[in-house]
T-cell receptor
Framework: NAGVTQTPKFQVLKTGQSMTLQCAQD?????MSWYRQDPGMGLRLIHY???????DQGEVPNGYNVSRSTTEDFPLRLLSAAPSQTSVYFC????????????FGDGTRLSIL | TQLLEQSPQFLSIQEGENLTVYCNSS?????LQWYRQEPGEGPVLLVT?????EVKKLKRLTFQFGDARKDSSLHITAAQPGDTGLYLC???????????FGKGTLLTVNP
């Protein structure tokens, strides 16, 4: 079972560059979400989706875009990278309606120079 | 904004000792989850509690949900080095699927 797969695992960007963090799940989960994890801050929700075609903002959405064209994929786009976006990004999925327990990927470690 | 406060933030103990980690909030949650995260990996779900006063056991780990569903605790008996990791609590509400995470307790169990 692959579960939740995130790519790339590591990335270094220059300020102002854009990129897309990929997330795919093979469990047919309705709900997918993106978190960032920073030292001393815990996990903070960036964007989430309750199904294909439906997305909404979380706690820290500024500077990020998402779309959900299929059940399996939920990419996160950084529009113009800033040093404050240096973080570890986690994608998670859950069955949704009857369980909010999250299945996490192994993360993307992103550095913005 | 719902907040979850975890304590202690750091805990370093010797193998064989017992420990308790706390997760407290002023808000009511419909469910409370505990995760463990190891370096370089994503959090892994340990347990979900949904009923006030509920107690769940997972081998040497005991989880309790407060009667008012505002707090939870994780107790580890006879800790082992393999228990080392970051323990996170997360609260869910019934109206949506967004989770609120605590900042975590970093546990180190020394052999």
């Amino acid at each position: 079972n692959a579960g939740v797969t995130q790519t790339p695992k590591f990335q270094v960007l220059k300020t102002g560059q854009s990129m897309t963090l990929q997330c795919a799940q093979d469990m047919n989960h309705e709900y997918m979400s993106w978190y960032r994890q920073d030292p001393g801050m815990g996990l903070r929700l960036i964007h989430y989706s309750v199904g294909a075609g439906i997305t909404d903002q979380g706690e820290v959405p500024n500077g990020y875009n998402v779309s959900r064209s299929t059940t399996e994929d939920f990419p996160l786009r950084l529009l113009s990278a800033a040093p404050s976006q240096t973080s570890v990004y986690f994608c998670a999925s859950s069955p949704g309606q009857w369980s909010v327990a999250q299945h996490f990927g192994d993360g993307t470690r992103l550095s913005i120079l | 904004t719902q907040l979850l406060e975890q304590s202690p933030q750091f805990l370093s103990i010797q193998e064989g000792e017992n420990l308790t980690v706390y997760c407290n909030s002023s808000s009511v949650f419909s469910s409370l989850q505990w995760y463990r995260q190891e370096p370089g990996e994503g959090p892994v779900l340990l347990v979900t509690v949904v009923t006030g006063g509920e107690v769940k056991k997972l081998k040497r780990l005991t989880f309790q949900f407060g009667d008012a569903r505002k707090d939870s605790s994780l107790h580890i008996t006879a800790a082992q080095p393999g228990d080392t990791g970051l323990y996170l609590c997360a609260g869910g509400t019934g109206s949506n699927y967004k989770l609120t995470f605590g900042k975590g307790t970093l546990l180190t169990v020394n052999p």
